[in-house]
């Protein structure tokens, strides 16, 4: 069975995992890599953790086949790897180098895909936006739980920012580079939806205007703050610790990122 990858994953589901049942009008595979992610991205697979399939599979309720499937599509994302006659493994964080490579990466592809989405959206995807724009604003700031919608739909909006450019190898592209950030949003909990808001706010008012040159500087600007705000939320971790190179990753909350 071949499943494709979810083009919007819920990170936010897990949390409430345990509260209610599932039901989900998805294949299994679709189903163990939704859930899967979202134990990655939340922490619950802490990085370079063994993943048990036959512990998962009890957990989720889901045969192993499909895990195996879902974590093939995990280790393509370099979320996960397979050591042979070991099993898989959590990727490990990225290293503050990566980090910088990542915003390289997003700074030369998103700004243009703004600027081609001014351009090239149509009346649906602008709707879409403003939606989501007006929901996020709605659980900015809230518990565990708000906080981890407010990712999920921070990834979305990028995603459908993506998708509008009318270029999907630069939809699948962002995709990728971005669910990598959302770990670190856990590990830290730097959250400051407030700013995040404003600069999405000015990101879509100028895709509504259809104003290439403006989308473009937008998301240019909420990148480099967004860069800045993961620098400064490293630069606080480091300090929190007494021995970087031995002390295990701790969550800290600076208030001060949101990518």
């Known amino acids: 069975m071949v499943a494709k990858t979810p083009a919007s994953p819920a990170f936010s589901r897990l949390v409430t995992l345990r509260e209610q049942p599932l039901a989900y009008p998805k294949s299994l595979v679709e189903l163990a890599y939704e859930q899967l992610l979202s134990m990655l991205v939340t922490m619950k697979i802490a990085p370079g953790a063994h993943i048990g399939i036959e512990a998962l599979s009890r957990d989720l309720q889901i045969s192993p086949t499909p895990i195996r499937e879902a974590l093939t599509l995990l280790e393509a994302q370099k979320l996960a790897y397979k050591i042979p006659n070991v099993g898989f493994r ?8 990566e980090i910088d490579d990542l915003f390289e990466m997003r700074l030369l592809i998103e700004p243009q895909a703004a600027a081609f989405a001014a351009l090239r959206s149509n009346q649906q995807s602008f709707d879409a ?5 007006e929901q996020m604003a709605r659980i900015a700031g809230g518990d565990e739980t708000d906080y ?6 921070d990834a979305r909006l ?4 993506a998708s509008a450019s009318g270029n999907r190898f630069i939809a699948q592209t962002v995709e990728g580079l971005h669910v990598h950030l959302h770990i670190f949003r856990f590990l830290f909990r730097t959250n400051a939806p407030e700013r995040a808001l404003q600069e999405h706010a000015a990101i879509v008012s100028a895709l509504l205007a259809r104003d290439p ?10 990148l480099e703050a967004s860069r800045q705000r993961m620098a400064t939320a490293l630069d606080h971790h480091d300090e929190a610790l007494p021995n970087p190179a031995s002390a295990p990753p701790r969550r800290i909350d600076t208030g001060d990122s949101y990518a």
Do not use: N, V, W, Y
């Open 90 to 97: 959590a990727a490990e964080l990225l290293t503050r180098p």
């Open 158 to 161: 990028h995603h459908l920012i």
């Open 148 to 153: 981890a919608q407010f990712a999920e739909g």
């Open 129 to 133: 936006l403003t939606t989501l724009s």
């Open 213 to 222: 040159d403006a989308a473009e500087g937008a998301m240019r600007t909420h």
